[in-house]
């Protein structure tokens, strides 16, 4: 079966740091695009940023450019969300998704992972 | 930058059909998808490419996308299926979401 399980989130205050890591599992990871999308409280889902599936392109929504960065590691089915220069608007509950097809649908999403930034 | 627009919420009776528009500038020249989320629940996916269904999800769940608007349709709706709707494209290399509808079966 195909999972994705979210991991690393946690309360951090404004300007502070944290990593999320994304778990894939029941398929072959290596050959899809991967994504984060979040969604605050209350609110609609956001896409965050995407990364080809060997890594070597990435895109990040103008809200986040210059202080997240996502990766993968394709030997350990793993892929990355480096959050720096944390804002309260990032308080989110952050989504690992799969991309599936030339279309890009977002077929297969994790349980996700809770941010909140907080004096 | 590019947008999509939902109506916040739609009521329909069980067993009656609900409608659920999506709308941007041309948004039928782009491929759309549906997206339904139960409180407390991750997205799930219902519609992809315009009009196609993911294997599971059941046949009262139809889509459509022409012109600048894009339907999710769910005939004989049933109480199970009250949550949030997203519908979501894609520009410039960039997911779009729309701002989530409300369905209530009541």
């Known amino acids: 079966e195909v999972h994705l399980v979210e991991s690393g989130g946690g309360l951090v205050q404004p300007g502070g740091s944290l990593r999320l890591s994304c778990v894939a599992s029941?398929?072959?990871?290596?050959?899809?695009?991967m994504y984060w999308v979040r969604q605050a409280p209350g609110k609609a889902l956001v896409w965050v940023s995407r990364?080809?599936?060997?890594?070597?392109?990435?895109r990040y929504a103008d809200s986040v450019k210059g202080r997240f960065t996502i990766s993968r590691d394709n030997a350990k089915n793993t892929l990355f969300l480096q959050m720096n220069s944390l804002r309260v608007d990032d308080t989110a509950v952050y989504y690992c998704?799969?991309?599936?097809?030339?279309?890009?649908?977002?077929?297969?999403w994790g349980h996700g992972t809770k941010v909140t930034v907080s004096s | 930058s590019y947008e999509v627009t939902q109506p916040p919420s739609v009521s329909v009776s069980p067993g009656q059909t609900a409608t659920i528009t999506c709308s941007g500038n041309?948004?039928?020249?782009?491929?759309s998808c549906w997206y339904q989320q139960r409180p407390g629940q991750s997205p799930l996916l219902v519609i992809y490419?315009?009009?196609k269904r993911p294997s599971g999800i059941p046949d009262r769940f139809s889509g459509s996308n022409s012109g600048n608007t894009a339907t999710l349709t769910i005939s004989g709706t049933q109480a199970m299926d009250e949550a949030d709707y997203y519908c979501?494209?894609?520009?410039?290399?960039?997911?779009?979401f729309g701002g989530g509808t409300t369905l209530i079966v009541l």
């Open positions: 041309k948004l039928g020249e782009k491929t």
């Open positions: 998704v799969r991309g599936e097809g030339t279309s890009q649908t977002f077929d297969i």
């Open positions: 990364i080809n599936s060997d890594g070597s392109i990435t």
């Open positions: 029941g398929f072959s990871f290596s050959n899809y695009w």
């Open positions: 979501q494209t894609w520009d410039s290399s960039t997911a779009v």
């Open positions: 490419e315009n009009t």
